[in-house]
């Protein structure tokens, strides 16, 4: 699978738009790219995944780049409950569920 | 989604001794897969549980040290046997959601070894 780089942390204002980066310049034609993020001492919940086209949901938006080489995720409207650290993965084809996590970005939301 | 319960939630365990952890899903999954997170650091897949053969392990892990069974389509097991301090992780549960590709994770079985 494809590797992934993302910033080791990020602060955001409580209503405000939180914007998370992602490199992936190695992607192949048939890996999707992963959000997950990890809420202190919970387990991982997925976020959302795109192939290449952007992707909407009630938790996030994902825009991929026209080169799918990097993307970014968005909530719209943060809140201190989106404290986390979140993480972006590239998988796909035959490796679906077998997902290599890297370190993440630490997301701390403040008031 | 699937709902994913694991046990115990948190164990304290002495060295040399074995624990199993159990893995309960409310539907009826393909693909299980349980994870490992070391003390400040992110998840490792440990391995894929399959219904009705034996487990596929990654690079790293083998059966001896995490024997894994698969009953059913509901249910995994985990033991981590002969256990040192070292294996003192969180170890996860997750399993694939049908047709759509993303994991759901249970909250994870804590453990410490002493």
């Known amino acids: 699978d494809a590797k992934t780089t993302q910033p080791t942390s990020m602060d955001c204002a409580e209503g405000r738009a939180a914007n998370l980066p992602c490199n992936h310049s190695?992607?192949?034609?048939?890996?999707?790219v992963y959000w997950y993020r990890q809420i202190h001492s919970q387990g991982p919940q997925y976020i959302i995944h795109?192939?290449?086209n952007n992707e909407t949901n009630e938790m996030a938006s994902l825009i991929i780049t026209e080169d799918r080489k990097s993307s970014t995720l968005i909530l719209p409207h943060a809140t201190l409950r989106d404290t986390a650290v979140y993480y972006c993965?590239?998988?796909?084809?035959?490796?679906?569920?077998?997902?290599?996590f890297g370190q993440g970005t630490i997301l701390t939301v403040h008031p | 989604s699937a709902v994913i319960s694991q046990k115990p939630s948190r164990d304290i365990c002495q060295r040399g001794t074995s624990l199993t952890i159990q893995c309960q899903v409310d539907?009826?999954?393909?693909?299980m897969f349980w994870y490992r997170q070391q003390p400040g650091q992110s998840l490792t897949l440990i391995a894929t549980?399959?219904?009705?053969?034996?487990?596929?392990?990654e690079s790293g892990f083998v059966i001896d040290k995490f024997p894994i069974s698969r009953p059913n389509l509901t249910f995994s097991t985990l033991t981590v046997s002969n256990m040192s301090p070292e294996d003192s992780s969180i170890y996860l549960c997750?399993?694939?959601?049908?047709?759509?590709?993303?994991?759901?994770f249970g909250e994870g079985s804590r453990l410490t070894v002493l």
């Open positions: 997750s399993v694939e959601d049908t047709g759509g590709g993303e994991l759901f």
């Open positions: 190695t992607i192949s034609g048939n890996e999707y």
């Open positions: 795109g192939l290449k």
């Open positions: 993965i590239v998988a796909g084809g035959t490796s679906y569920g077998k997902l290599t």
């Open positions: 539907s009826q999954v393909t693909m």
């Open positions: 549980a399959n219904q009705g053969s034996e487990a596929t392990y």
